[in-house]
């Protein structure tokens, strides 16, 4: 690679942490003089805990924004560099999580990930959402959910023979699960809400 080359991939990771971090969840409520959307629920700043507040467009609104954010890092990406949608894609998915204004405690990053999936291979991502809503609709759980449906892109890029979009999609499913010890622990004791349930 050349020097410029250091100078795009370097554009497009912040580029791409930029608009991943970007806190839609937080800003809504804020719009719609809600609470600090942080300071109910699980703390979180995505869709299913803004659905805690009651207020069901706000929850869809979120959703569709942290979904497109990921698709629209994307997008730009490749735009800019070959194999560029992949490495704005993770910055996304790592702003999503980590966003430096908000003390690096973002989101968990499942409609980043599913916006993402969407730029890079949109068939995985109608897949994803299957997956979501069937096991959403047998156990009623969000997080459980999100957990089955991650788990299940990696091997399947893997059996598309998408070796880089396993590689990336495993790492993203990874910290995936780690944002969501919590939710594991709380599955694992009984004490995890249901998905429309305003308790933690």
Known sequence: MVLTDYFTIFGILIVGYVLGSLPFGLW?????????????????????????????????????ADVFKGTAAVLLGNLLYPEGGLIAGLAAFVGHLHPVWLGFKGGKGVATYIGILLGLYWTAALLFCAVWLATALLFRYSSVSSLVSTLIIPPSFY???????????????????LNHDANIVR??????SKIGSKEH
């Not at 959307?37 to 959703?63: D, E, F, M, P, Q």
């Not at 880089?164 to 990874?174: E, K, P, R, S």
């Open 28 to 64: 809504l409520t804020k719009f719609a003089g809600l609470k600090d959307i942080r300071t109910i629920g699980s703390g979180n700043i995505g869709a299913t805990n803004v659905l805690r507040t009651g207020n069901k467009g706000l929850a869809v609104a979120t959703l569709l």
């Open 187 to 192: 599955l694992l004791t009984g004490k995890e």
């Open 159 to 177: 059996f598309l023979n998408e070796p880089l979009l396993a590689i990336l999609f495993l790492c993203m499913t990874a910290l995936v699960f």
